[in-house]
């Protein structure tokens, strides 16, 4: 009998172990106690190199205690961490701080040892702190930093190997916090490209409203004296009513404030209509699919899409597209599923508004791939672990493999040589193979020693008759910056505007120059330079860096070493480089000019682009050219 009864103990003690550490903080009941406030805001603050390299988060800290705020109806809770250098006096370096905002000052709650920002334990644990230590109606979560989109997530950790929150991490996070039980009002990311249908997806269940933007966002992020005073005024406010606040602050701040030129979207989203959305785009992709439709349909609809993060020649893309827009490419194929579609996205999307140069943001993207297909493979292995729909996942995988797989039409246009009419050129393609065709650029290349030869002209502005001929204009005329010649690669065009990339180095940091083209400036502007994507992390720039007086800047070019058809020589890992034009030093605007070609031999030719990414070149027309 004892040893009954101690058998019996020992298994109660045990089912009690595995009771207590098999549950893990998803079981919190979160009990709201009594006088607790009307809201808190938890600021999660990943400075990383936005603070060590431009004091980014200092400058936001400094908009956060400006404002406002009522200390017995509101409080907001900053935690800090995740840069090597605070570009403050106040916030230490190496390690997490956390800080209630009082009297227009940083009231300090408790310093930590350094911990991975990157981490879901580390969220969870500043999230469950506020909530008990701060208990109210509401609750706001903004997450400040870089944001990486659908793939990539949020935020990285300077401190631990640049560490970032996946989607599914950010889950998890919320999972093992009181979100599981008491979703916040709102989830705000003051980061780029994070207003995707995949992170809507993941917050579902744990907030309400969901706050981001689907471009990338300038620097200065949101306005937090004008958003946070506004809640200070009416504490009451729905997640959908400061939603509103954040983000018509946020685009009438850079309206207002000489940066009209910035490319701003932040949209609200009603977390509560987004299975209805997902629910639509299984119905999209299960007509749309490749085994029921042709790649090229599919291929070339994707390719008219929105896409967001300025890619460009040098620098990469997002595959990051606007889904309204996305489906509207498809509603002469399938009226009915990309119609319902655009219906669910726009019943979902609760408030939302851009600046003047963004066209086509409906205010949710997704990941599409497409201009991205180098890095498909690695980006669809860490989006397999994202908890979005199956459905979709398995519709990306099938539409990727054929992407990037063996060549559907190779296309033999080396042996098409462009036809000359005083400025104009035209080949004609095969209309067999027009099927086949993305895009077509016309190009002008100049020799340079070595038989490299440089690219100084490429133009997506021909037209394309039934029968296969493309014609274009070119007058020998080709933009400087500064006086150097400057090939500019288109980004994005809008009803009236277009913007460009320029390779570049700024003080010796790779960026693309960003050169705009609107009614207000006919002959093209300079508005900033974009910084390139860090290969490392995935993570898009959230800075536009204003060209000042000092700034050395040197221009970047492509060139090509060209063989003749019946060359037999082995191409070589060379044939193609990017190199660094002349230094010249800012003084003033920079100076965006057109001046005809000087002498030298150029190559004129189209370049084409197939549906699965692949480029080809037409022969070339060789111009001897030797001004009077």
Not at 235 to 242: D, H, N, V
Not at 289 to 294: A, G, L, R, T
């Amino acid at each position: 009998m004892k040893k009954v009864l101690v058998a019996i103990a020992i298994i109660c003690i045990c089912l009690f172990v595995i009771f207590v550490f098999c549950s893990d903080d998803s079981s919190q009941e979160y009990t709201l106690p009594d006088g607790s406030a009307a809201y808190t805001i938890m600021v999660y603050l990943n400075g990383s190199d936005l603070e060590s390299e431009a004091g980014m988060a200092t400058e936001d800290i400094i908009e956060i205690i400006s404002a406002d705020i009522p200390e017995e109806s509101i409080n907001v809770i900053i935690q800090t961490g995740g840069t090597a250098q605070w570009q403050n006096d106040v916030v230490p370096s190496d390690g997490l701080a956390r800080y209630r905002v009082v009297d227009e000052d940083l009231q300090l709650l408790e310093e930590m040892p350094a911990e991975n920002m990157g981490e879901s334990a580390t969220l969870a644990k500043f999230i469950n702190y506020c909530m008990d230590s701060f208990p109210a109606e509401k609750f706001g979560l903004v997450m400040w930093d870089h944001g990486g989109g659908s793939v990539y997530g949020f935020g990285v950790d300077e401190l631990f190997d640049y560490d970032g929150l996946t989607l599914a991490e950010i889950k998890e996070a919320f999972e093992n916090s009181y979100l599981a039980s008491y979703p916040l009002e709102f989830l705000g990311f003051d980061a780029c490209l994070m207003a995707t249908l995949e992170t809507a997806y993941m917050a579902k269940d744990y907030a309400k409203y969901l706050i981001a933007s689907e471009e990338l966002e300038p620097g200065y992020g949101w306005d937090y004296i004008t958003w946070l005073t506004a809640l200070g005024n009416d504490p009451q406010q729905s997640g959908a009513e400061i939603g509103r606040e954040i983000v018509d602050s946020f685009v009438g701040f850079y309206n207002n404030n000489g940066m009209e030129d910035e490319a701003t979207t932040l949209a609200v989203i009603d977390l509560s209509k987004v299975d209805a959305v997902v629910r639509a785009l299984e119905e999209f992709v299960a007509v749309a699919d490749i085994s029921s439709s042709s790649y090229q349909t599919i291929a070339k609809s994707r390719s008219k899409a929105r896409e967001f993060g300025m890619p460009s020649e040098y620098g990469g893309s997002t595959d990051m597209v606007d889904i309204v827009h996305m489906a509207e490419q498809f509603l002469a194929y399938y009226p009915d599923e990309a119609g319902a579609l655009i219906e669910a996205v726009e019943a979902a999307v609760a408030y939302k508004d851009q600046g003047k140069f963004v066209d086509n943001a409906g205010g949710l993207s997704i990941y599409f791939p497409y201009t991205g297909k180098e890095e498909v493979e690695e980006r669809i292995s860490v989006y397999k672990t994202s908890g979005f729909s199956p459905h979709y996942i398995n519709y990306v995988i099938e539409f990727a493999e054929v992407l990037t797989g063996t060549t559907i039409s190779k296309l033999d246009v080396s042996k098409v040589a462009p036809v000359q009419d005083e400025s104009y050129f035209d080949i004609v393609i095969p209309a067999e193979e027009l099927n086949n065709i993305e895009s077509i650029y016309f190009t002008a290349w100049v020799k340079e020693d070595d038989d490299y030869y440089t690219q100084i002209y490429q133009d997506s502005f021909v037209e394309i008759d039934a029968s296969g001929k493309i014609l274009t204009e070119f007058d020998g005329i080709i933009t400087t910056i500064n006086g150097e010649w400057a090939c500019l690669y288109e980004i994005e065009s809008g009803d009236d505007y277009i913007r460009y990339a320029v390779p570049a180095l700024l003080n010796g940091q790779e960026v693309n120059l960003i050169v705009l083209y609107d009614e207000a400036n006919p002959e093209g502007k300079v508005i900033g330079a974009m910084p390139v994507y860090d290969p490392a992390t995935g993570m898009a720039p959230k800075q536009m860096i204003k060209i000042k007086d000092g700034d050395v800047v040197q221009l970047l070019y492509y060139a090509e070493r060209f063989y003749d058809l019946d060359d037999t020589s082995e191409p070589g890992e060379d044939d193609a480089i990017w190199y660094e034009g002349p230094q010249f030093t800012v003084e003033g605007s920079l100076v965006v000019e057109n001046w005809e070609v000087t002498e030298g031999i150029y190559l004129y030719g189209f370049t084409i682009i197939d549906l699965q990414g692949n480029e080809y070149y037409t022969d070339f027309i060789e111009v001897e050219f030797f001004p009077e």
